[in-house]
């Protein structure tokens, strides 16, 4: 057994011990709050929903069982969402499994931008963050450290201070993108990843990576925590409640192998995601919060964003090589334009191939009201084939597009419900505005010709979730305060994608890691 072995425990050793901070969620935020708060000496137990050793590749019929998802990091059940009143299921892009969901993305860790934290946007009302651009710079640097990113500066943004790995050599077809944008009079940069690129290195976007190519919470933050000899995990635990008095967090309600433990903490940490952190606190009701832990103004899971992702295939107009790294080109022009924000372009690394067609029509067809008519999910296969072919040697490209928070948007605690909540969404009538235009923008830049957009309607990311558990320095329009600890109690963060008051128009990963390094900082 080696040190990191003989750091991993079951629940029945750890009642007994008093740890100075508790984390529930291995994902990215807690994963970084774990690697800074270890290296200062912290004792900390963390506790993870799934499992320890997970397996890669895709899953045999994994609609049919949740224990091959889990085996394989992904959450095992679909998620319930009514979309403008229409009920579909889904299966969301969310890890489960010690570093969470971060052990299926794709990698890409790109900061936010300055006015992301100053921005006005729909009806005037002004979205301010408690801090500024500048109180976090300083953590996206040590996050971009930590998870080894590599890129080159976006030359829109001249003025921001980067020290990043010089990135991997791009592929042929995707050297050919960069200066076919270039002579658009755009201004591509090489997108900033946290991928090593051994021998044979595929990226692995949506699935496990077992050459540890790719940078994610365990590899780069649980594991050198474990080696500090300060870090405790326990796997297959599922934190149900948290139990506080007026002032102060006590202790977690946690289920391992069917056996309730009460685990009492100095400190408590929820980085379950933006879906599970709002249903924990909903449900941790008692005389000092009858309503649930921080819900006093009814806040708690309200405010629900995503993101909004096209998928754009793109012909090159040559045919070049695409051996080598394709995850290589981000593109910022669109981001903002006047007052409207909108959001960025990036190279997916994936082609416009017959298996990634019919994922995205698939994806399309569970927030459909159709979705549980299977014998129209099996029919799909006839236009995935035909658009492969039509499509062939194209390139896909992804927007994301920001998303507003509104208070009837939002994360529903549901026991009857597998996974344990619901969605409720409105697309309201801004969004579909902006979409069209970023829509507009990245056609008229590329090319009619040269592009053609994959997907249809509001293309929700599921993946993206955000802003559930909000930040702001008043307690009765936010969660938690400008430490990310919730309103009213000294010792209970959250430290997910929750705390975030707008959703940015870019992938949300950097920004979680460097805010749970600026608030541990400050522990």
Same mark, same amino acid.
């Given at each position: 057994?080696?040190?990191?072995?003989?750091?991993?425990?079951?629940?029945?050793?750890?009642?007994?011990?008093?740890?100075?901070?508790?984390?529930?969620?291995?994902?990215?935020?807690?994963?970084? =709050?774990?690697?800074?708060?270890?290296?200062?000496?912290?004792?900390?137990?963390?506790? %993870?929903?799934?499992?320890?050793?997970?397996?890669?590749?895709?899953?045999?019929?994994?609609?049919?069982?949740?224990?091959?998802?889990?085996?394989?990091?992904?959450?095992?059940?679909?998620?319930?969402?009514?979309?403008?009143?229409?009920?579909?299921?889904?299966?969301?892009?969310?890890?489960?499994?010690?570093?969470?969901?971060?052990?299926?993305?794709?990698?890409?860790?790109?900061?936010?931008?300055?006015?992301?934290?100053?921005?006005?946007?729909?009806?005037?009302?002004?979205?301010?963050?408690?801090?500024?651009?500048?109180?976090?710079?300083?953590?996206?640097?040590?996050? %971009?450290?930590?998870?080894?990113?590599?890129?080159?500066?976006?030359?829109?943004?001249?003025?921001?201070?980067?020290?990043?790995?010089?990135?991997?050599?791009?592929?042929?077809?995707?050297?050919?993108?960069?200066?076919?944008?270039?002579?658009?009079?755009?201004?591509?940069?090489?997108?900033?990843?946290?991928?090593?690129?051994?021998?044979?290195?595929?990226?692995?976007?949506?699935?496990?990576?077992?050459?540890?190519?790719?940078?994610?919470?365990?590899?780069?933050?649980?594991?050198?925590?474990?080696?500090?000899?300060?870090?405790?995990?326990?796997?297959?635990? %599922?934190?149900?409640?948290?139990?506080?008095?007026?002032?102060?967090?006590?202790?977690?309600?946690?289920?391992? +192998?069917?056996?309730?433990?009460?685990?009492?903490?100095? +400190?408590?940490?929820?980085?379950?995601?933006?879906?599970?952190?709002?249903?924990?606190?909903?449900?941790?009701?008692?005389?000092?919060?009858?309503?649930?832990?921080?819900?006093?103004?009814?806040?708690?899971?309200?405010?629900?964003?995503?993101?909004?992702?096209?998928?754009?295939? /793109?012909?090159?107009?040559?045919?070049?090589?695409?051996?080598?790294?394709?995850?290589?080109?981000?593109?910022?022009?669109?981001?903002?334009?006047?007052?409207?924000?909108?959001?960025?372009?990036?190279?997916?690394?994936?082609? =416009?191939?017959?298996?990634?067609?019919?994922?995205?029509?698939?994806?399309?067809?569970?927030?459909?009201?159709?979705?549980? /008519?299977?014998?129209?999910?099996?029919?799909?296969?006839?236009?995935?084939?035909?658009?492969?072919?039509?499509?062939?040697?194209?390139?896909?490209?992804?927007? /994301?597009?920001?998303?507003?928070?509104?208070? %009837?948007?939002?994360?529903?605690?549901?026991?009857?419900?597998?996974?344990?909540?619901?969605?409720?969404?409105?697309?309201?009538?801004?969004?579909?505005?902006?979409?069209?235009?970023?829509?507009?923008?990245?056609?008229?830049?590329?090319?009619?010709?040269?592009?053609?957009?994959?997907?249809?309607?509001?293309?929700?990311?599921?993946?993206?979730?955000?802003?559930?558990?909000?930040?702001?320095?008043?307690?009765?329009?936010?969660?938690?305060?400008?430490?990310?600890?919730?309103?009213?109690?000294?010792?209970?963060?959250?430290?997910?994608?929750?705390?975030?008051?707008?959703?940015?128009?870019?992938?949300?990963?950097?920004?979680?890691?460097?805010?749970?390094?600026?608030?541990?900082?400050?522990?």
């Amino acid at each position: 057994m080696n040190h990191v072995d003989a750091k991993i425990v079951t629940l029945d050793e750890c009642v007994e011990k008093q740890w100075d901070f508790v984390i529930a969620g291995s994902g990215i935020g807690g994963g970084a =709050a774990a690697y800074a708060l270890t290296k200062k000496g912290f004792r900390v137990l963390m506790l %993870e929903k799934g499992c320890f050793n997970l397996l890669s590749g895709d899953v045999s019929k994994e609609q049919e069982s949740p224990n091959e998802r889990v085996k394989h990091g992904k959450w095992p059940y679909q998620i319930k969402s009514i979309i403008d009143g229409s009920e579909s299921h889904t299966w969301p892009p969310l890890g489960c499994g010690v570093g969470g969901t971060s052990q299926l993305y794709a990698a890409a860790l790109q900061r936010f931008e300055a006015v992301d934290f100053k921005q006005t946007c729909r009806d005037g009302k002004a979205l301010l963050w408690p801090f500024g651009y500048s109180d976090i710079e300083p953590y996206y640097q040590q996050a %971009e450290a930590l998870f080894s990113v590599s890129g080159t500066k976006n030359p829109l943004s001249p003025d921001e201070s980067y020290d990043l790995n010089d990135p991997q050599a791009m592929s042929e077809v995707d050297s050919c993108f960069f200066q076919m944008f270039r002579e658009k009079g755009l201004n591509p940069y090489r997108l900033h990843v946290g991928i090593d690129y051994k021998d044979q290195c595929f990226e692995c976007g949506g699935k496990v990576c077992l050459k540890d190519c790719k940078k994610n919470s365990y590899n780069s933050c649980i594991e050198p925590a474990m080696n500090t000899g300060n870090l405790w995990l326990a796997t297959e635990c %599922e934190v149900s409640t948290v139990s506080a008095n007026a002032k102060s967090a006590e202790s977690l309600d946690v289920v391992q +192998n069917g056996k309730l433990f009460k685990i009492h903490s100095k +400190n408590i940490i929820l980085s379950c995601g933006a879906y599970m952190s709002p249903v924990i606190l909903r449900r941790s009701k008692n005389k000092s919060w009858p309503s649930g832990i921080g819900n006093d103004h009814d806040l708690v899971g309200r405010n629900l964003m995503f993101h909004v992702s096209d998928f754009i295939a /793109i012909w090159s107009g040559s045919k070049k090589s695409k051996s080598g790294a394709r995850k290589t080109i981000a593109i910022r022009d669109f981001y903002q334009h006047g007052d409207l924000k909108l959001g960025e372009l990036q190279s997916s690394g994936l082609d =416009a191939d017959y298996g990634n067609i019919l994922y995205s029509l698939i994806m399309k067809f569970e927030q459909s009201k159709f979705s549980k /008519i299977k014998l129209f999910k099996q029919l799909l296969r006839i236009p995935a084939y035909l658009g492969s072919k039509l499509f062939g040697g194209a390139t896909v490209f992804a927007t /994301i597009l920001e998303d507003f928070p509104y208070k %009837e948007n939002r994360v529903v605690d549901c026991k009857e419900e597998k996974s344990g909540f619901f969605v409720e969404y409105s697309i309201h009538d801004e969004l579909k505005h902006r979409l069209k235009y970023m829509r507009e923008k990245v056609r008229h830049s590329v090319g009619v010709k040269r592009s053609m957009v994959l997907s249809s309607g509001v293309p929700l990311n599921f993946g993206h979730p955000c802003g559930t558990c909000r930040m702001g320095s008043d307690p009765s329009s936010s969660v938690l305060d400008e430490d990310c600890r919730v309103h009213g109690l000294n010792n209970l963060y959250v430290l997910d994608a929750s705390f975030m008051p707008t959703s940015g128009g870019t992938n949300p990963s950097l920004t979680i890691a460097a805010n749970a390094l600026r608030v541990a900082s400050k522990l």
